[in-house]
């Protein structure tokens, strides 16, 4: 059985930063896409930051060079550091794993759907 946990969300004021963690469990890092979505009030559901099974790390611009996603296979780990954080990044964050990651207009998503979930961890970002 598969479980997906999300932690280290908070509040912030703008250029502050966070490190979420994404602590699972049945899950092989070897196996699984893995990607960060964040949903703000309002908006859809955006695939910000992933990373292949094999590591390959990808960026939506509105996050490039801002935050940087990582992954600790032996812990199950995955990691998003976020800097320089403004109210644009106020949002519920997701991790999610799955088969085979797409890119449009820079945004991540599985091709055929996540097949797990975390339940979310809320980010707000004060000006």
């Known amino acids: 059985q598969v479980h997906m946990m999300e932690s280290g969300g908070g509040e912030v004021q703008t250029g502050g930063s966070l490190r979420l963690t994404c602590t699972t469990s049945?899950?092989?890092?070897?196996?699984?896409?893995l990607i960060w979505f964040r949903e703000a009030p309002g908006k859809s559901r955006e695939g910000i930051s992933c990373i292949s099974w094999g590591g390959t790390p990808y960026y939506a611009d509105s996050v490039k060079g801002r935050f940087t996603i990582s992954r600790d296979k032996v812990k199950n780990t995955l990691y998003l550091q976020m800097n320089n954080l403004n109210p644009e990044d106020t949002a519920k964050y997701y991790c999610a794993a799955g088969d085979g990651i797409i890119l449009r207009e820079t945004l991540c998503n599985f091709d055929s759907g996540p097949d797990y979930w975390g339940p979310g961890t809320q980010v707000t970002v004060s000006s």
């Open positions: 049945g899950l092989s890092f070897d196996e699984n896409d």
